[in-house]
Every structure is written in C-alpha cells, then in structure tokens.
C-alpha cells in the first residue's frame, strides 16, 4: 500500500522569492548579529528562519536544492508522496495587498517549479493572498492550474474568524477548483502573535486552528460549501471527540451517533499524531477522515519523521484502517 505524508515542510531560501521583480518588495536574508543570516526581512519586518529546522537534515534537502536527495530519502521513509507546506507563511508577514500577493506568488511559481522534477512525487499547498480578494481569486485559478493539491489557511486572519462571510468568495472559488481549505497550525493576526510572545507556540499557533475547526462546524460553513473539503493540520487529534461532543451539544443533539458523524458530515479531515489515542480519537472522527504527517523539516512538538512507518508498527488499530490513515484519506483530502 503507498504511503502519504500529509504534511511535510519546505525551509524557503532566496531562491523561493527569486520569481519577484521588484526588489524593494522582496524578501532577503539579514544577520543582525553577524555570522550566518537565519533572519527574514519583508516588508520592513524581521522574521526568524528556520528556528524549528531539524538540523539532522542536509540543507540542500530542506531547502528543496536537492530534489533527487529529498527523494531518495523518502525512499528511506517508506514515503511514496509528500504533500508540502510552508513555513515562513505560518504567522502573518504584510499588511499590504501588492506585498503578500507578490510572495505569495512567488512561493508558488518555485513549489511549481520544484514538484515538476519529483515525477509526482511532491505536492503542494498553495499560499494565496488574503488582504486583497481580487488577488485571492487570481491565486487560487493560478494554483489550480498549475497542479496545487490544497490552499494554505491560517487558524486565524487579522480579527475575522474562517467563518466570516469576507472568506465565502475564497471558499466558492476553492470548491470550483475542487481544492480543499489546509487550516495548519498558524495565526495571521499581527497582535495575536505579539500576545503570546515567549509563549510555547500553543497559543499562536494551534489553538486558532482549534477555534477555527469550532468557527467553521458550528456556523455551517461545510453546508454553504458542499463540494469542499477541509483540513486540520499539525495540531494532533486528541482534541477530535471533545470537539465533536461541544458542537454537537451547542446543536442540541448529543447522542452518540450524530456527534460520531460530525466530522464526516463536514468533510473534514484531521492530521494525528503517533501518540494520540486513536482507538478513542476513532470513535468520534469515523475511519476515513484520519490522515497523517510527519512536519518533516521542522523539529518542533508535532514532529515525527518516523512517524508513517511507526504508525504501521504500533498495532493500535486494524490494519485496514491504518491504510486509510497512511493512504486512502490522504488522498481523499488533497484530490490526489
């Protein structure tokens, strides 16, 4: 059975904004301290570069200079297909339109580039533009047409929850484009990010994907989009059958049934994590809305290179339904 790494990462470099014309809008590298530069400068801001990077990994591997190295790697993992995530898009990085929509292509052009050398072997998530909804949509048909697999989300966008109306005109193209909505462990709120600073990165960058998840359910979203699917990334599933049970109590239908098929009956799809329960986690998600990633890249709490083939090892569940886990869902979420 092929495996599907659900969230695996890209560390961008320079060469990721090289598709940007204008210099005074692009991201360059800077040392603040002298030494290695490990800092980004956009927009007049500093933002930090690759804190989380698994240093056990070459960097031509991380920064996706060495397609061949990333593959064979792969190989190694017992990995058919990594879906690729950002990780400088994980917090908010401009308020101007012409800023982010300009990254924001940029970053997709070089996973274009570099997905077409893997023989399909590497897919993307495309980061589009959020300030502006013109550029929105023009991203979103460039993704589409260019063989993206899903569009990046933050848990949280300047002060409006994912269940805005603001967000409907994306969610309406993402459908047409038959993309699913990746909701992954970040923010896009500027002050949410300066709240929790020196936090763990609990707060800034899991909990607004929970409150997300409870946003989008609970105020129907799936049922105003019913041809769209959506993902919850990097923020474990243990959360899965607290959440089920809240929203289907705020329904006012409790009973065991209906809160077991909340999740499938909004297409909805959660990555786990090894150490979850799954047995339990099962009982409240149903077993064709579970996929898996290794936040391969980073070194972080959600970070588990191994953890495709120690999902196989644990014996937790049937092996049927691992294979949906590591497979069949997967691909189910992405279109793959």
Known sequence: MPTIDADAHV??????WSYIADEKIRPFLISPGGGRPQNW?????VFNRGV???????EAIREMRDIEGRLKHMDELDIDVQVLYPSLFLRPLTA?????????RSYNQWLIDICS???GRLRW????????????LAEVQFASSNGACGIFMRGLIDDKRLSHPFFYPLYEAAEKAHLPICVHASTGNFDWVQLFDGESGFMRFKAPVLSAFHSIVHDGVPSKFPGLRFGFIEVRAQWVPYMVVEIAR???RADNRLARHLIRDNHVYVACQTDD???YVLKYSGEDNIVIGSDYGHADTSAEIEALRKLKLKGEVEPRIIDKILYDNAKALYGL
């Open 41 to 45: 400068l956009v927009d007049g801001r």
């Open 250 to 252: 705020r329904f006012e």
């Open 277 to 279: 329960d799954l047995p």
């Open 11 to 16: 560390i961008e470099s320079e060469q990721t």
């Open 117 to 119: 050398k893997s023989e």
């Open 125 to 136: 998530v495309a980061a589009v533009p959020v300030i502006d909804r013109t550029n929105t």
């Open 52 to 58: 989380n990077v698994d240093r056990g990994l070459p």
């Open 96 to 104: 101007k339109p012409e800023v982010e929509a300009a990254i924001c």
